[in-house]
């Protein structure tokens, strides 16, 4: 199993990045998406997650109105649209394929 994800980086307060997670190695429509992250010092959280079809989806408060979720099934790939960035979401975004499988982590730094 692997999980891949990308597009992290450096943004500025109320920029936006759209991270990617390329999945492998088992069947994707199989199991739910989710968006986890973890920022320094705090345990790690989940933020998101979508159906195996898309239908349902699921947002933190912290992110909601601001983040979306998607997936591409023909593709296996899940992607994250973080729009108004703020200072506190920056984190290591982890990518998981309910519930057992992660990906590295790809770090995100928002600054002010």
């Known amino acids: 199993v692997q999980l891949q994800a990308s597009g992290g980086g450096l943004v500025q307060v109320g920029g936006s990045l759209r991270l990617s997670c390329s999945a492998s190695?088992?069947?994707?429509?199989?199991?739910?998406m989710a968006w986890f992250r973890q920022a320094p010092g705090k345990e790690r959280e989940m933020i998101t997650a979508?159906?195996?079809?898309?239908?349902?989806?699921y947002y933190a408060d912290s992110v909601k109105g601001r983040f979306t979720i998607s997936r591409d099934n023909a593709k296996n790939t899940v992607y994250l649209q973080m729009n108004s960035l703020k200072s506190e979401d920056t984190a290591v975004y982890y990518c998981n394929a309910g519930p057992y499988f992660w990906g590295q982590g790809t770090q995100v730094t928002v600054s002010s």
């Open positions: 979508i159906s195996w079809d898309g239908d349902m989806t």
């Open positions: 190695g088992f069947t994707f429509t199989n199991r739910y």
